[in-house]
């Protein structure tokens, strides 16, 4: 789960490891889902988005996993890298037609 | 730069002061939304703008709070006699379709 408050969960992974970020959504008709990281000072950037008639995405690096049953989405992050160090947002919507709703986050500290 | 623009960065006012907060999203993106972030908090959504139409408002944003597209292009939003509880991240982002491009953030500070 994630906490509530000024402390955000914390992922602390060796650099070249796997990450894996996990999310709970809490809407059952929210069909979009979208993973964001942010850096200090910066706004949030775009990473990954996965609809609802998928349970798998890839880009580059990056994979999302979608499970509609148990409303869990995660992000894994290959071969971590010390500049994927970040606070990572999942955020979710129906239809893109409601506006993004975020979770709490999660940090990501990558160990040299 | 063709991203989404917002000024200033940085804000500091008195409580009971009116601050005004400008954002200029990505030409071709007809739909442009503010956040609110406070400190290890998630994006809030407070409004957003479809062309120069307001389509929704967050109860978070009180009677305090505006925020006009008068053109369908740039946006700004404005809180009026602020209070501490005021002091976070605004966040400007828009949108074509799903995903938003967002920018940078004003940082206000209510002392």
């Known amino acids: 789960g994630e906490s509530v408050g000024l402390h955000l969960p914390t992922l602390s992974v060796q650099e070249g490891d796997n990450s894996i970020i996990n999310c709970a959504y809490s809407n059952s008709a929210s069909d979009y889902f979208i993973w964001y990281k942010q850096e200090s000072g910066k706004g949030p950037q775009f990473i990954i988005d996965?609809?609802?008639?998928?349970d798998k995405r890839q880009g580059q690096r990056v994979t999302v996993l979608l499970n509609k049953t148990v409303k869990h989405l995660s992000l894994q992050i290959a071969a971590t890298q010390p500049g994927d160090s970040a606070v990572y947002f999942c955020?979710?919507?129906?239809?893109?037609?409601?506006?993004?709703?975020f979770g709490k986050g999660t940090r990501l500290s990558v160990i040299a | 730069d063709t991203g989404v623009s917002q000024d200033p960065r940085h804000k500091i006012t008195k409580r009971g002061q009116n601050v005004t907060f400008r954002c200029d999203p990505i030409?071709?993106?007809?739909?442009l939304y503010w956040y609110r972030q406070t400190l290890g908090q998630g994006p809030e959504f407070l409004t957003y703008f479809q062309n120069e139409a307001q389509l929704e408002k967050s109860r978070l944003l009180s009677d305090r709070f505006s925020a006009e597209r008068p053109k369908g292009s740039f946006s700004t939003l404005e809180i009026q006699r602020t209070e501490q509880g005021d002091s976070a991240m605004y966040l400007c982002?828009?949108?074509?379709?799903?995903?938003?491009?967002f920018g940078s953030g004003t940082r206000l500070t209510v002392v």
């Open positions: 982002a828009s949108s074509l379709q799903e995903g938003y491009t």
């Open positions: 955020a979710e919507s129906r239809s893109g037609n409601t506006p993004l709703v």
């Open positions: 030409s071709e993106h007809n739909r």
């Open positions: 996965i609809r609802s008639n998928m």
